[in-house]
């Protein structure tokens, strides 16, 4: 029996087009040498709302009792391939199929492969994927988070670039020409194949080591049985509120303990506090209620809250005071407030190198959005002289 | 001089309508909340509960709303904040409400509703049918059926006594016949209100209040991971109403010095061959039939059910048991179900399934849009259920009785 499964992991609507199109057209590749196929998206993970990580799957068979064998269990339990395509989602996935934090290769197989669209290196990306006990191969192919939306489909052959390193992970399962005449019956474009082509030529997977990655414990919770939760479909309400950090002074408000917010932002702002003038602005318009008030009277974002929307940069009056940057820059989640009380020399330093290396270029030019949400088109994105994502010969 | 309602409400006997009694109860209740909206024959209770309210002999907040959508809504609130609440609509009114309807039972809100049971469209009809009530059996909703005034007394009471025991916290709806019961005047002993206090208890919604002291989230999002659990929790409610219906009955009986069953009546059964079947009022055309009939030597009785939610299962297998044959009367349809039967037919049915003496089954629709049950009919159909008893023969065609052809 040969069946090849994989997943696409996606943030929803900026991304659900694409992840679709990418799980269709591998299988249509398939499908044009005989071979079954289906390809699905998680119903319960609402890819209808923004940048919440979501999945596609697909199953490709040998025939079609093979496939019913497999198609029975509705979702894959484990796959031969994973395709994530915004990098921000290594740290892990919180979606609203699950509950806790579900590291980005918990179904990849045991020497199956994850791919990811990245500037990242494979060592740095590598810090914010959760280890495991069994050894995963690791493909990069260079690229921003691309946006591909639910109402346009801004292309910027990222489709045809994940198609052929899946391939290159799974060589069984369609010849090259095949899925080339697949992407051009369904995507489009020479470019593409050319794109294709280039990516499975080039991909170069690492194998990752058992034990190798992010030492952190996912995020876990139980969830109750049917006669240990409330009645009336009620649950706790989150109230109340302490000093900052539990101490004296300050004001942390009450949140939710078992939503965290750590995969769904792809990027979160750092606070100047030389720059701040205390004018409140920030502490009230976040819609996610992220701000602890420090002692001394400053807002310092907490990144167990934060949704990434970019709302406090937005609205913070004093220039270059609250700066939104990439998400994957970042390995920690501390307090702001308490690094620069520490020391505000290396807090100054620090927020330089990350204002620096985690810029987000491309910004959506009225939303001012970035990364997933900036919408890159294929000119930027694959042309050679333009390019954000360059190909890999260039690299 | 007394008000009209004062010289009504004293403990005695009164002539009243199953509308005025239902009144009558949300006065002795202390219902808190009422929503009205306009459509028979169920608005009767409405007219009665607001003269009360006019005249200064009852206290509530009676909310006329826009729609039977916003009425049912706004009690399903009411009701989350810890008031006892009424309210009630008819045909497609019901079934306007019947997203509250479903959410209602779903968040375990003790509502209690009237149904003044009636047709629904189209065509436009005004007349009983009890498709409307049994619309919500699915859905975590109690439902009787009263057939008399003064039935209402008992049903009317155990509804509020049992939607609102912790243990079950689920909404009850009384399905009362439209005209011969919303309609009808007939003479009902009221209980004082000093029985009703001993009977029935303040509504205590516990932890579940929704109160600004209290911080909880009602009826988030709940998605695979946790919606089998509360439909686990909601079965587990249904069948603890079964336990709590029988132990409030008890009460019921020992305050009110009644002698019924909780959930059958029986009549002229000890020594019937066969029985007749059903709900609501079609239980008085079918005594006098089966006393005419007993007249000719024809051993036929009658077993209704007061209770369609909780289902008396192990009860009615009991009874119907001892029986050769069976003819259930719904007045209601099921089109396409199993025999092309109404809803009790096939209730009963399954009910009866794998008990140890099954008894042959027919079932039999009639009385219709509010047609009249005749004499002539409810005979026909003990006569069909007597040689189906006789000739010791299955029977699963379903008659329809009383129709034109
Ligand atoms: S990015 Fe949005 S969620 Fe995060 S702190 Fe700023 S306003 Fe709040
Ligand atoms: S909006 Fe800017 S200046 Fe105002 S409190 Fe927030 S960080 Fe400080």
């Known amino acids: ?395 | 001089m007394a008000t009209a309602t004062e010289q009504q409400q004293g403990a005695g006997v009164h002539l009243l309508t199953g509308s005025e009694v239902m009144a009558h109860i949300c006065r002795l209740a202390d219902v808190d909340v009422i929503t009205a909206y306009p459509i028979r024959p169920y608005d009767t209770v409405m007219q009665y509960v607001s003269k009360f309210i006019a005249e200064g002999d009852f206290d509530a907040d009676y909310i006329p709303a826009e729609s039977e959508h916003g009425q049912f809504e706004i009690v399903k609130h009411a009701s989350a904040c810890g008031a006892r609440v009424f309210t009630g609509s008819s045909g497609v009114g019901w079934l306007y409400a019947m997203e509250p309807l479903a959410v209602t039972a779903g968040l375990r809100l003790p509502m209690v509703a009237l149904v003044g049971c009636r047709a629904l469209d189209d065509p436009g009809a005004f007349g009983t049918e009890h498709n409307d009530a049994m619309l919500v059996r699915d859905l975590g909703w109690m439902i009787n059926f009263p057939d008399t005034a003064q039935e209402v007394i008992e049903l009317g009471l155990l509804a509020y006594r049992v939607a609102e025991d912790p243990r079950v916290y689920l909404p009850c709806a009384i399905a009362m016949d439209g005209a011969f019961l919303t309609h009808s005047q007939a003479t009902v002993r009221l209980p004082g209100q000093d029985e009703v206090n001993a009977f029935l208890p303040p509504y205590d919604r516990g932890d579940l209040l929704l109160h600004p002291d209290n911080p909880i989230t009602i009826a988030p999002q709940a998605n695979e991971d946790w919606l089998m659990e509360v439909r686990r929790q909601s079965s587990e409610a249904a069948k603890n109403s079964y336990t709590v219906l029988k132990e409030a009955h008890a009460d019921f009986s020992k305050i009110f010095g009644t002698n019924t069953n909780p959930f059958l009546d029986e009549y002229m059964t000890e020594d019937a061959d066969v029985v007749l079947c059903g709900v609501g009022t079609l239980s008085l055309p079918v005594k006098v039939a089966i006393r005419e009939m007993r007249k000719e030597g024809k051993k036929v009785g009658m077993v209704r059910l007061k209770w369609f939610r909780p289902f008396p299962t192990e009860e009615l297998r009991e009874s119907l048991s001892r029986f050769k044959a069976v003819g259930v009367i719904d007045r209601d349809y099921s089109f396409g179900s199993p025999y092309h039967g109404g809803i009790v037919y096939n209730e009963i049915k399954a009910a009866m399934y794998g008990a140890d003496k099954v008894p042959h089954l027919k079932g039999f629709v009639c009385g219709l849009g509010g047609r009249e049950v005749l004499l002539e009919d409810v005979k026909q159909m003990a006569d069909k259920v007597i040689s189906m008893g006789q000739n010791d023969a299955a029977d699963n065609e379903v008659d329809w009785i009383g129709v034109r052809g």
């Open chain 1, 1 to 395: 029996m040969s069946v090849i499964s994989f997943e696409v992991i996606y943030r929803g609507i900026f991304q659900k087009s694409l992840a679709v199109k990418i799980s269709r057209t591998l299988i249509l590749a398939a499908v044009k040498e005989g071979k079954p196929g289906i390809s699905f998206g998680r119903y319960s993970d609402s890819p209808e709302r923004n940048g919440i990580p979501a999945k596609q799957f697909g199953y490709i068979a040998d025939n079609e009792e093979e496939l019913e064998t497999v198609a029975a269990q509705y979702e894959p339990k484990q796959v031969d391939i994973s395709i994530c395509v915004d990098d921000t989602l290594c740290k892990g996935v919180e979606s609203w199929a699950w509950y806790g934090l579900q590291p980005i290769n918990a179904v990849t197989k045991p020497g199956g492969t994850l791919i990811v669209t990245s500037n990242q290196k494979e060592d740095d990306l590598v810090q914010h994927i959760h280890r495991r006990e069994t050894p995963y191969k690791l493909a990069i192919i260079p690229g921003e988070a691309s946006f591909a939306g639910l109402w346009v489909y801004k292309d910027d052959g990222t489709d045809a670039r994940c198609l052929a390193a899946a391939l290159k992970a799974e060589p069984t399962m369609c010849s090259i020409a095949s899925l080339e005449s697949a992407i051009r019956e369904n995507i489009g474009s020479e470019t593409h194949v050319e794109a294709a082509r280039e990516v499975y030529e080039d991909l170069r997977p690492v194998e990752i080591e058992p034990g190798q990655g992010n030492d952190e414990v996912p995020f876990t919770f139980e969830l109750l049985k049917w006669h240990e939760m409330r009645q009336g479909v009620v649950i706790d309400g989150v109230g109340g509120h302490e000093g900052f950090r539990g101490g004296e002074g300050g004001y942390e408000p009450g949140r939710n303990p078992y939503f965290k917010k750590w995969s769904t932002r792809t990027m979160r702002p750092v606070v100047s506090f030389e720059k701040c003038t205390k004018c409140t602005l920030c502490w009230v318009a976040c819609p996610d209620t992220c701000f602890d008030v420090t002692p001394d009277g400053f807002f310092d974002a907490n990144m167990e809250a934060c949704c990434g929307c970019g709302v406090c940069e937005a609205i913070c009056p004093v220039k270059d005071c609250i700066t939104m940057v990439n998400e994957v820059v970042f390995d920690e989640r501390d307090s702001q407030w308490q690094m620069w009380q520490e020391n505000k020399e290396d807090y100054d330093k620090y927020m330089d190198e990350k204002i620096t290396t985690g810029k987000i270029d491309g910004r959506h030019p009225i939303t001012g959005l970035a990364g997933a949400f900036s919408g890159i088109g294929l000119e930027t994105g694959h042309n050679p002289e333009t390019a954000k994502i360059k190909p890999l010969k260039d690299l």
